[in-house]
């Protein structure tokens, strides 16, 4: 093969041809590099998970009621750890889904562009605090907010988790949002005026239905980032491993799950193969969100 | 035409064709400090087609949009004069640009569908308009598609994308849609300009169709069209109005010396 620094002259458009080429192996083997990645470490967890079956069986594990890893009499049920997970999601979606598209609306819409250029960089800083800043914030000052205000015995629990994974979710919500009614062709907001609806009827039926895909997409992005955080739901949300409904318990999370007891137990028992199906179970389910949000985000570009 | 049309006032009468539809007394439009439009007077016929003819960046878009208040959308946009809808002053104090849009409909120069489904979007501005009955509302869009001669060809697909038609029958679609809210008036910013030759012949015919329910003033780039579609032809150069008069008059003995040059293509 030629070198692509060679100075001869020579039939230059096969040597662009071939430049083209390398580049294109190149890029391509970085991009399955990813991929391999991405796969090796699923195929890691599912390696690490599988040796818990030979002594617990899968169904006690997938419909499992409890969790107790450290018993004499050892459950490790994953249905309070979903739940607590689903839980805590719950809250944080119905609190940030709104609020972020609201914001979302109001930067892309109706803000005079100075305020536009204040509001998005400084929402995006959010997402520049780190995990641990938000989970210290959530122990010392919501907690005991949340205390007082209720009147319970404990601030650490599902709410207090929820409210600040709304708050960490804000950024990604509030940014893919905002692009997606950017997008929005401003042929559409001008057909709409034109026949005589207001600027809030053109924003609420043409340009949030229009950028509907954009939008679920980035719900979905946020969603994503609650369920695999770890560190501050780990300080806040009371860790306890209990079914529960109500945003006022404690509840521990399937992430919390992990970070908490992997230091602790010991390599190779089935307390250990237990913490990495949970991981397992975790990654399958951010895999199915991301894959959900890229399919929309797709579809939306499509138009 | 479909019987369902409804009847406003006493169109087709040869006492109200000569009716004045919109006066426009002394308009002038500043985008900032830059003059686009200076000093226009000029009376528009109910009931005819007034084309706008005029090389590029002339005032003609600008000044159409001035008549239904869609300059207000673009910031840093002045406007003085008046501007009579039937005798009321559309800038005049307490007027509502929200109805006034209503009562002069608008078609762009690109066709803009809403990525909704065929019927819902001819059945937007009615809604918002505050109908809410499905019967009513089918009977509103097919009255408009009639109109906008595309029932035929969408009667069995109204609820697919209407993204999936063709660019003629978009441009169609958006003018059913602007129907479908019942104007007075309609302005046309070089509809055809972004379709084929037979997609532009249909949307001619139509327009020819509809002035006999509708007041159009449409601009345009093309000065065959303006000639094959409009009763009245009112010339723009540099934001003035140059000449102003009937379209067989306007194209074989201009007055203006300006407006020979331009239609012999010595300029534009």
């Known amino acids: ?72 009499n050892v459950r490790f049920g994953l249905v309070p750890l979903l739940a607590g997970t689903f839980l805590v999601t719950l809250g944080a979606a119905v ?33 520049a605090i780190p995990s641990v800043v938000y989970g210290f ?42 692009d997606a009614l950017r997008a929005v062709p401003e042929s559409y907001r001008n057909a709409s005026l034109a026949m005589g609806a207001s600027r809030w009827e053109t924003m609420i039926h043409v340009t949030l239905p229009s950028a509907r895909a954009g939008v679920a997409a980035a719900v979905i992005l946020g969603l994503g980032r609650v369920i695999g ?57 951010t895999f199915v969100f991301n894959a959900v949000a890229d399919i929309l985000l797709r579809r939306g570009a499509r138009g | ?26 308009l002038s439009v500043w985008y900032g400090s830059l003059p686009a439009i200076k000093d226009v007077t000029v009376d528009f016929g109910a009931n ?38 039937d005798g009321r002053d559309i800038y005049g104090p307490g007027m509502d640009p929200v109805e006034i849009r209503a009562k002069v409909g608008m078609v762009f120069q690109r066709p803009n569908p809403f990525p909704f489904s065929i019927f819902d979007n001819v059945a937007y501005g009615p809604r918002r308009h505050g109908v809410t009955s499905r019967s009513e509302l089918y009977a509103i869009v097919e009255r408009s598609l009639h109109e906008a001669a595309l ?7 109204l609820r697919s994308p209407a993204l999936n038609l063709s660019g003629g029958q978009q441009q169609r679609l958006c003018i059913a849609r602007a129907l479908a809210v019942e104007p007075e008036v309609l302005l046309m910013d070089e509809p055809a300009s972004a379709l084929d030759p037979v997609a532009t012949g249909r949307v001619e015919d139509l327009i020819a169709e509809l002035a006999r329910n509708y007041t159009i003033i449409i601009v345009t780039h093309n000065m065959q069209q303006a000639a094959r579609v409009s009763e009245t032809t009112g010339f723009f150069l540099h934001g003035e109005l140059i000449e102003y008069g009937p379209t067989d008059q306007m194209f074989t003995r201009p007055k203006d010396p300006r407006t020979e040059a331009y239609i012999t293509g010595r300029f534009g």
């Open chain 1, 1 to 72: 093969m030629r070198s692509t620094l060679s100075l001869r002259p020579g039939p230059r458009p096969r040597r662009r041809a071939t430049e083209g080429r390398q580049a294109e192996l190149v890029l391509a083997g970085l991009a399955s590099c990813s991929l391999l990645a991405l796969g090796l470490i699923f195929v890691f967890l599912v390696k690490e998970a599988l040796p818990l079956f030979k002594s617990y069986p899968f169904e006690d594990f997938v419909r499992g009621l409890e969790w107790q890893p450290t018993s004499t």
């Open chain 1, 137 to 178: 914030f959530g122990m010392v000052v919501l907690a005991r907010w949340l205390q007082g205000v209720f009147g319970l015995t404990s601030g650490l629990n599902a709410f207090n988790g929820s409210i600040l994974l709304a708050v960490m979710a804000l950024p990604t919500m509030v940014t893919l949002s905002e």
């Open chain 1, 229 to 285: 955080e770890t560190m501050t739901v780990l300080m806040v949300t009371g860790n306890a491993a209990q079914i529960s409904f109500s945003f006022f318990d404690s509840v521990r999370t399937m992430t919390a799950t992990i970070a908490a007891e992997m230091a602790e137990c010991a390599w190779g028992t089935p307390h250990y193969h237990a913490l990495f199906a949970v991981g397992a179970a975790l990654f399958l389910i």
């Open chain 2, 48 to 85: 005819r087609v007034t084309a706008l003819i005029g090389p590029s960046g002339c005032g003609k878009s600008t000044f159409l949009r001035a008549l239904n208040r869609m300059n207000e959308v673009l910031p840093g946009v002045r406007t003085a004069g008046r501007v009579l809808l």
């Open chain 2, 1 to 26: 035409m479909p019987p369902t049309v409804t009847i406003r006032g006493a169109r087709g009468d040869t006492e109200t064709a000569r009716r004045i539809k919109i006066r426009i007394e002394g």
């Open chain 2, 151 to 157: 029932w035929e060809e969408v009667a069995d697909r």
């Open chain 1, 95 to 127: 609190i940030a889904v709104p609020l972020s598209l609201g914001v979302a609306l109001f930067v892309s819409e109706v803000a005079p562009k100075r305020i536009r250029e204040l509001l998005k960089p400084g929402l995006e800083l959010l997402a």
